[in-house]
């Protein structure tokens, strides 16, 4: 069964850290782009950050530049975000997600690219709040 299964959100205090899993399965992760989006309430959904396939070039949003990383280890197929110096307005359920070519096509804006995406999992929370 294909699956992207995110972890690793939670309740962090300002500044504090996490570290977002998104583990594949049922595919190789090193073919694909993959990327994170978040969605919080009442706002709009926004582009994080993606990593590419072929060089594993990175790109990311202005809003988290410098604070985030994004990262892959095809060994365990598994791409990870992490998240420093975090604040309130970081908190959203964060998705994982990649493009298998569906018909079902989604584009969201990451920096000065446009990630496209038809596959994400269930999404992790991640709440920045004393």
């Known amino acids: 069964q294909v699956q992207l299964v995110e972890s690793g959100g939670g309740l962090v205090q300002p500044g504090g850290s996490l570290r977002l899993s998104c583990a594949a399965s049922?595919?190789?992760?090193?073919?694909?782009?993959i990327g994170w989006f978040r969605q919080a309430p009442g706002k709009v959904r926004e582009g994080v950050s993606y990593?590419?396939?072929?060089?594993?070039?990175?790109y990311y949003a202005d809003s988290v530049k410098g604070r985030f990383i994004i990262s892959r280890d095809n060994a365990k197929n598994t791409v990870y975000l992490q998240m420093n110096s975090l604040n309130a307005e970081d908190t959203a359920l964060y998705y994982c997600a990649t493009d298998f070519g569906l018909p079902e096509d989604h584009l969201i804006n990451i920096g000065t690219k446009t990630f496209h995406y038809d596959f994400w999992g269930q999404g992790t929370q991640v709440t920045v709040s004393t």
């Open positions: 049922g595919f190789t992760l090193d073919y694909y782009v």
């Open positions: 990593i590419s396939s072929s060089d594993s070039s990175t």
